[in-house]
């Protein structure tokens, strides 16, 4: 980029936009999940602090950049999803545990997965069959507004793979610091732990939401306006 466009982009624009992420508190989950240590668990709100430290740290630098510096600026527009996505993933995951486990079957995610694998057992042992995939990363239930879908999905690391415009529903850290001092190499132990413990209720909300987001809103008005299971069961929104 020419010296004088990025200098312009640096220092009058960027700074408009910058702003400070906060860390998130998520404490109150070591008393609500006695079976998962807290000493694991303090170990893991600390790397996510480092995350939304290494966010604001990015966004600082961007913000006091000379007008010399374009291989930093885009260095640092290439970490930046790294580090943002690694805050927002842990934000999700955090969020939706803490609950009891158990999916009521009247819920508008119940309902959506029985209609796409007939059972919630069918589509839990798919969804725990890609937590066991090899490497480091998530296994995300997301909601695709666009085809009323829900899709089991792998995530490596943070930032490869994500389904762009698919809800988030259900969001798990595969990553060894998330259970490896706790449940060593059993991956499938510490999954069905975590499942003891998913707050559905957060989960259905997210659902919930997710035909009204604009993108979502673009598709229906393309396709005419047929409502998806989703629609069909809530009010309407503007
Ligand atoms: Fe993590």
Redesign the pocket.
């Known amino acids: 980029m020419n010296r004088i466009i990025l200098s312009l982009v640096v220092s009058c624009i960027f700074p408009l936009l910058a702003v400070e992420y906060k860390v998130r508190d998520y404490k109150y989950l070591i008393e609500k999940m006695p079976k998962i240590d807290s000493g694991l668990q303090e170990i893991?709100f600390k790397?996510?602090e480092g995350y939304v430290n290494q966010v604001n740290l990015l966004n600082k630098l961007l913000e006091n950049m000379g007008a010399d510096s374009a291989f930093t600026f885009q260095a640092i527009k290439r970490q930046m999803g790294w580090e943002f996505d690694g805050m927002v993933l842990?934000e999700l995951f955090f969020s939706n545990l803490g609950g009891d486990g158990k999916l009521s079957p009247n819920s508008v995610t119940s309902k959506k997965i029985k209609q796409q694998w007939g059972s919630y057992e069918k589509w839990m042992e798919e969804f725990k069959e890609t937590c066991n995939e090899r490497g480091i990363g998530w296994t995300i239930l997301y909601y695709d507004p666009d085809k009323d879908l829900l899709i089991n999905a792998w995530i490596s690391e943070h930032s490869t793979g994500l389904f762009a415009t698919a809800t988030p529903l259900l969001v798990v850290?595969l990553?060894e610091?998330?259970y490896l001092c706790q449940f060593k190499t059993d991956r499938n132990k510490y999954v069905d732990t975590v499942f003891e413990y998913i707050d559905w209720g957060v989960v259905n909300d997210r659902m919930k939401n997710a035909p009204f987001s604009s993108r979502a809103k673009e598709l229906r008005k393309e396709r005419g306006d047929q409502m998806s299971l989703v629609e069909k069961t809530l009010p309407a929104k503007s």
């Open positions: 893991h790397l996510y842990h850290d990553w610091h998330a």
